[in-house]
């Protein structure tokens, strides 16, 4: 077990549709990266937020957004959903920024199914 | 520029043999590969990483081989083990203010018994 949470565990939603993901970093966890995986493309970083602010944007969606609370916790939202939008996605946290190269530890993921 | 190459995408080896996995990327900015293990239904977790001033870097069965001039590094799991069946992913990160991954495409390991 990473310490990392993510909820909820199974998402299947319809096209058109907007939902939201939920992750808790490790305690003393200041950072929060969003990944998505899909088998075609792999593990690809979304965004990367630091202690409640962005810090690092990948190639995330413009109908993808992402925060981070004061209480550290980060939700991934994803509106009007495409059937390529089903995949995997990771939350990952580090106690740092990522400058230092800590290690980032990964939730067991969410998996969307967009039917 | 941003890529990671991984190969080979699948790999099957016997119990006590050497799995090696290949990854080679293009930006010589990048100055962290790291290595996540992922078992099915799981996040990745970090296996071993290594930073370019080192060749070589071990960690028990694990070893991480990096070419700098060939811009190439490749994991050898010595002794392969069943439980070491899983996907395993090199990524790279370039010097910034981020913790950005690049992440290969992943190689699945079966270790046969």
């Known amino acids: 077990d990473s310490g990392v949470t993510q909820t909820p565990k199974h998402l299947i939603t319809a096209t058109g549709q907007r939902v939201t993901l939920r992750c808790s970093p490790r305690s003393g966890d200041l950072s929060v990266y969003w990944y998505q995986q899909s088998l075609d493309q792999g593990l690809q970083f979304l965004i990367q937020y630091y202690n409640g602010e962005e810090r690092a944007k990948g190639n995330i969606l413009e109908r993808f957004s992402a925060q981070q609370f004061p209480d550290l916790h980060s939700e991934l939202n994803l509106s009007s959903l495409e059937l390529g939008d089903s995949a995997l996605y990771f939350c990952?946290?580090?106690?740092?920024?990522?400058?230092?190269?800590?290690?980032?530890?990964f939730g067991p993921g969410t998996r969307l199914l967009v039917l | 520029q941003q890529q990671v190459k991984q190969s080979p995408q699948s790999l099957i080896v016997q119990k006590g043999g050497i799995s090696i996995i290949n990854c080679a990327y293009e930006n010589t900015a990048f100055d962290y590969f790291p290595w996540y293990q992922q078992f099915p239904g799981k996040g990745p977790a970090l296996l071993i990483a290594i930073r370019p001033d080192v060749s070589e870097k071990k960690e028990g069965r694990f070893t991480i081989s990096f070419n700098k001039s060939a811009k190439q590094f490749s994991l050898h799991i010595m002794d392969s083990q069943p439980g070491d069946s899983a996907t395993y992913f090199c990524?790279?990160?370039?010097?910034?203010?981020?913790?950005?991954?690049?992440f290969g495409q992943g190689t699945t390991l079966q270790v046969k018994p």
């Open positions: 990952a946290s580090s106690v740092g920024a990522g400058t230092r190269r800590e290690t980032q530890y």
């Open positions: 990524a790279a990160s370039a010097p910034s203010n981020t913790g950005k991954l690049i």
